[in-house]
């Protein structure tokens, strides 16, 4: 047996292994799902969705393409059969990574030609920039295939309502990447510790934040330069627009949209309400190269059915001070919580602690070694932020997974068994109304009022 074959046994069994140590349930860990219910597979797919396979396509391999390939490689039953990206060099990294793993996959330059040439794909995961997402997305869904799209839904609200309704009258699943609608962490802490524990009485106050230091351009290897003639058939002013493009208007909505998008969304979650006004400030203060405001902060206000609530939210791009994190505060008391676990001495809780022992018993927290103090005080404190190594009182549920593995296998137990998605393009598009009226409130420089009817695609 020759040296080739024997490596590539060991490639295919290793890949096996990979699978069995890091799906834990796989497919068949659904969810709680909220909203929309699931769509099965077409009629001449019947055995594959019994087998609990599926073929999917990937369109933009770029570093969120990537996380997401990551992601479904640790998924079993899910097979990468075509890639697609108008840039070599992503084209390479992909579907190299993807050869490790033992997929050989078929590359595209031009994604309709995938959708031409691929007749036996099930779904296809968009990861491209924002402003291509509402074509790529229509095109897929009209071929018959289920979509999941990264969020932001489009930098463009009207190109966002075309895909919802597309979804619609096609009959096929559109899962939006808001991934944190997936988190375990995050739907313990909502959906049990805030909203059915009312651990923290009536919420009138959240805070969230995502600072990074400075950064310069994204640059790119001098020798995967793609040609001019390219770029422009692309939609592409420049080299530089194509690998910045989220700074650019034409492109994206800038570091509210890019980064904001993820925590406003669980204002919403948390209150039971879409906001009814934001007021605004931002600007282009630092970098002079850029079409995007580089720090905002905004102000939202909730009609909740307890009352008015208000959310400030802040990103800043010249400073990483604090990090990336939320806070939802109440009268009896308040949680802090991440998406990624964080080392480190956090100011664990307030001078008394509360009576901790019937939470523990119940469940919704899991118990520390150190004794648990006996002051009773109606203003508690908890910072899921910390793991359970450096924390007191961490939640009784972890992610042990990528950041977005979770919200992949909601969307594949939807194709497969039915299950509710977790964010389907209804939710995704109130989160983008909530999200891209920011930057306008910014540009009028005044308080802008929200009705109802604009959250509705």
């Known amino acids: 047996m020759s040296d080739a074959t024997n490596s590539q046994k060991k490639k295919k069994f290793s890949r096996r292994d990979f699978l069995k140590s890091s799906a834990s349930a796989g497919l068949g860990m659904a969810l709680t799902g909220t909203v929309l219910k699931g769509a099965s597979l077409t009629k001449g797919k019947e055995e594959k969705k019994k087998a609990g396979n599926l073929n999917i396509a990937i369109i933009g391999t770029g570093v969120q393409g990537r996380i997401l390939i990551e992601s479904c490689l640790r998924i079993p039953g899910i097979r990468i059969t075509a890639i697609c990206d108008i840039w070599e ?18 590359i595209y330059e031009d994604y309709r030609d995938l959708l031409s040439k691929e ?41 966002a309502r075309t895909m919802v309704n597309t979804s619609r009258r096609a009959s096929k699943l559109l899962q939006i990447g808001h991934q944190r609608r997936s988190n375990p962490r995050y739907i313990h802490a909502i959906n049990r510790l805030v909203h ?23 640059g790119w290897p001098k020798k995967y330069t793609i040609e001019q003639s390219k770029l422009e058939k692309y939609g592409y002013a420049s080299m530089t627009h194509f690998r910045n493009w989220r700074w650019f208007k034409k492109y994206g909505g800038g570091p509210i949209v890019d980064l904001g998008s993820h925590q406003i969304d669980l204002f919403s979650w948390v209150f039971g309400v879409n906001p009814s006004s934001v007021i605004a400030s931002g600007g282009i203060d630092y970098y ?9 902060m905004a102000v939202y206000e909730f009609k909740t059915k307890k009352g008015i609530a208000r959310a400030l939210y802040q990103v800043q791009s010249t400073t990483k001070h ?25 100011a664990w809780r307030e ?8 939470l523990v018993k119940e469940g919704y927290l899991q118990s520390e070694t150190q004794p648990i103090p006996k002051v009773k005080t109606k203003n508690i404190f908890v910072d899921v932020r910390v793991t359970a190594e450096a924390g007191r009182w961490p939640l009784p549920v972890e992610l042990a997974k990528p950041a977005h593995q979770p919200h992949l296998e909601n969307f594949f137990n939807a194709i497969i068994f039915g299950t509710p998605l977790n964010c389907p393009g209804e939710v995704g598009y109130e989160c983008a109304v909530a999200v891209l009226k920011v930057n306008e409130a910014i540009k009028s420089r005044r308080l802008l009022k929200l009705r109802p009817e604009q959250f509705k695609a």
């Open 89 to 106: 060099y992503s084209q390479r990294y992909a579907s190299r990574y993807l050869k490790k793993y033992g997929f050989t996959v078929n």
């Open 119 to 159: 007749k036996n794909l099930d779904a296809v995961i968009i990861a491209t920039p924002d402003w291509m997402h509402a074509e790529q997305t229509n095109s897929c869904l009209e071929a018959g295939l289920h979509v999941y799209c990264e969020k932001e839904m489009s930098n463009s609200l009207d190109k």
């Open 288 to 296: 002079k190269n850029r079409e995007w405001y580089d720090n905002v």
């Open 322 to 346: 604090g990090g990336f994190y939320e806070t939802f505060m109440g009268e009896n008391g308040s949680i802090v919580i991440s998406e990624v676990l964080q080392r480190g001495n956090w």
């Open 351 to 358: 001078a008394h602690a509360p009576e901790w022992d019937s």
């Open 196 to 218: 059915e524990k009312n651990l923290l009485g009536r919420v009138s106050q959240a805070y969230a934040q995502w600072n990074r230091a400075k950064s310069d351009m994204i």
